[in-house]
């Protein structure tokens, strides 16, 4: 499978800095709310949670809804203490999880 | 004869509206549960949304809280509204001090023409808001 998600930090992170983080994730994001050609209501398959730990904690979170685009693009702040993993997690309606980790190295 | 009319128009309109418009009840219930009853200030939030959006299945929206973001006084949750999509809420964004800044964005869908809210709860509960109507050429899911 093609790479499903992405994580983008700024190229030179200094320690003490607050820095924007970016997640995108593939995902369709079907509403609910549409109807297929033959008039059949689509079930929603939307991402629900996003979690974003550093070396385990939790630093930020979003719950999204239908109303989220295609493909949730999602930009949060962090404050760099110094080096660490990031992790991001995905998960939504049909089981759906991923993990992406991101390595955090400060100047 | 007047009033006859209006509501005649009125369900006309409310029988041709598809997709499903969220009712200004809904509104109130998924505001009151995000802010536990507290009044909305306003101040505080700059919402960042363009006034007039030709493709609404994307939209860029970012939303900044002024706030130190100390342990002792922060933001907790923003959220984002909408009055007119099938369901007003779009998201919640849990916040705390180790965010550094009170800043987040992404991209949303707008089922047609309406007000974008965005609120901010800090940790001492008290809620403050942004409003940003918005125009929509194209409406998502017009296709569907």
Redesign the interface.
């Known amino acids: 499978m093609s790479q499903r998600a992405l994580i983008h930090l700024p190229a030179t992170v200094r320690r003490g800095e607050?820095i924007?983080v970016r997640a995108l994730v593939a995902h369709p994001m079907e509403?609910g709310?549409?109807?297929d050609s033959g008039g059949q209501r689509l079930p929603r398959d939307i991402i629900r949670r996003v979690e974003a730990r550093?070396d385990g904690?939790l630093?930020?979170?979003?719950?999204?809804?239908?109303?989220?685009?295609?493909n949730?693009?999602?930009?949060?702040?962090?404050?760099v203490t110094g080096d660490g993993t990031l992790t991001v997690d995905w998960s939504g309606d049909r089981g759906f999880a991923h993990r992406e980790r991101a390595e955090i190295v400060a100047t | 004869m007047n009033g006859r009319r209006t509501l005649l128009v009125a369900g006309l309109g409310s029988l041709l509206l598809r997709p499903a418009v969220a009712t200004p009840e809904a509104m109130r219930a998924a505001l009151a549960a995000f802010t536990g009853g507290a009044p909305l200030g306003d101040g505080k939030v700059t919402l960042e949304i363009a006034a007039l959006v030709e493709n609404s299945n994307a939209v860029p929206v970012s939303v900044r809280v002024a706030s130190p973001m100390s342990a002792a006084d922060h933001v907790r949750r923003i959220a984002l509204f909408t009055e007119r999509n099938p369901e007003p809420g779009v998201a919640v964004f849990h916040l705390g001090p180790h965010s550094g800044r009170a800043e987040v964005a992404t991209r949303m869908r707008l089922a047609t023409s309406q007000t974008v809210l965005a609120v901010a709860q800090m940790n001492d509960g008290s809620c403050w808001q942004a409003a940003v109507e918005v125009i929509v050429t194209m409406p998502a899911c017009a296709e569907s």
């Open positions: 607050v924007l509403t709310h549409r109807v550093l904690e630093v930020f979170a979003a719950d999204l809804h239908p109303a989220i685009a295609a949730p693009y999602l930009v949060f702040p962090l404050r």
